[in-house]
Nanobody, 120 residues
């Protein structure tokens, strides 16, 4: 019905940069918000950044000034530009979207995740 596909993960040295992308496709009436979560080994999944259809943006404190979330004009693709990466940023990054598949209800959807490894 609705699919979220992430790309852009990989291995990068400390201080380097990566850009993650997430494209939503399928039967979508509207996308209410999109965001990025991450889960490091042995830790809980946490919300890193999000952007709503109204334009409200949220960042977790640990990434402020380093990460930037953005979306395309159709609001079907969300990006996460990650600069000044640190080893503690190493995690599986998951795309999330709150979507109205039809006019009548909304649902939460998740991508499969993309691995980001920050190591020298």
């Amino acid at each position: 019905q609705v699919q979220l596909v992430e790309s852009g993960g990989g291995l990068v040295q400390p201080g380097g940069s990566l850009r993650l992308s997430c494209e939503a496709s399928g039967s979508i009436y509207s996308i209410n918000s999109m965001g990025w979560y991450r889960q490091a080994p042995g830790l809980q999944r946490e919300l890193i950044a999000s952007i709503s259809s109204a334009g409200s943006i949220y960042y977790i404190d640990s990434v402020k000034g380093r990460f930037t979330i953005s979306r395309d004009s159709a609001e079907s693709t969300v990006y996460l530009q990650m600069n000044s990466l640190k080893p503690e940023d190493t995690a599986v990054y998951y795309c999330h979207a709150n979507v109205n598949p039809t006019y009548y209800y909304d649902m939460d959807f998740w991508g499969r995740g993309t691995l980001v490894t920050v190591s020298s």
